[in-house]
């Protein structure tokens, strides 16, 4: 049996001065993108510069908005209005579209980055919010989150393509949450447990919890996150784990 999994990574999180990642490098073993806007890290340049790596290397592109906040690098709540959330969606993705038609592509997908992301899979109204403003811009895009949230209802009610992405280092709670990160046992350090707990989502489509108990998942696409310092390295030895493993790497466009 062929098994077929997307592999994203959160990237083009420079700006001015500041080296955030290294780009160039992990965007030659992942399939799918996910580009900072400009809010909470990025910036024209960077924006322009990480498209053309993911054109070198036929990598899929998706907006990654969040919240106006670049000093918390957009982990830090924020009380905003739905309006609001919909409008600086619409700026964010608009931004990167514009900078993918200039090298003759199209974005595949949306992906709230920090804590727009884990504010919007209990908040129905930020859910609601974030949907239609994808589908203002492009009802083809993917949205991008975590399974049996509110994001995935509301983008299911709307009839947005909904990709459940799994986390490679973070442990989860017994309901299919992500432990917080306030939490001690919040991500994994171990690369080895991190692999094992990827290949049994991607093949039995289960995860342990934090409880020892088997939280049934349903992911499309994995998550590594590129401002990681081992992120390249780790990105490299997922990419070797699947090939060995009858798993083959697709942008999550081709797993609907």
Do not use: W
């Not at 309006?83 to 600086?88: A, C, G, M, P």
């Not at 899979?121 to 949907?131: F, G, N, P, S, W």
Request: net charge negative; aromatic share 8%; hydrophobic share 40%.
């Amino acid at each position: 049996m062929l098994f077929k999994i997307d592999l994203n990574s959160d990237i083009g999180e420079s700006f001015g001065a500041y080296k955030i990642g290294r780009d160039e490098e992990i965007v030659k073993y992942i399939s799918s993108a996910n580009i900072a806007c400009g809010f909470h890290a990025g910036d024209p340049n960077v924006m322009a510069k990480t498209v053309k790596y993911c054109r070198e290397y036929n990598v899929e592109i998706g907006a990654h908005p969040g919240f106006p906040d670049l000093l918390g690098f957009g982990r830090r709540n924020m009380d905003v209005s739905p309006e609001e959330v919909k409008n600086y969606l619409i700026y964010q993705i608009g931004a990167l579209k514009a900078f993918a038609e200039a090298q003759g592509l199209k974005l595949q997908h949306v992906k709230a980055h920090g804590a727009l992301y884990n504010m919007a899979m209990k908040d129905a109204k930020l859910a609601a919010a974030i949907v239609e403003a994808i589908g203002l811009v492009d009802e083809d895009l993917i949205c991008v989150g975590l399974g049996n949230s509110e994001l995935e209802y509301c983008a299911n009610k709307k009839g947005i393509k909904y990709a459940i992405e799994f986390f490679a280092d973070r442990n989860y709670n017994p309901d299919g949450t992500l432990v917080p990160r306030s939490a001690p046992n919040a991500v994994i350090h171990d690369e080895e447990e991190a692999c094992k707990r990827i290949l049994k989502m991607v093949k039995e489509g289960k995860v342990v919890a934090v409880d020892g108990s088997e939280v049934e998942v349903r992911s499309k696409t994995v998550c590594i996150h590129g401002d990681n310092p081992k992120a390249v390295d780790f990105a490299s030895k997922l990419n070797k784990l699947f090939k060995e493993n009858g798993i083959e790497i697709q942008p999550m466009k081709n797993l609907f």
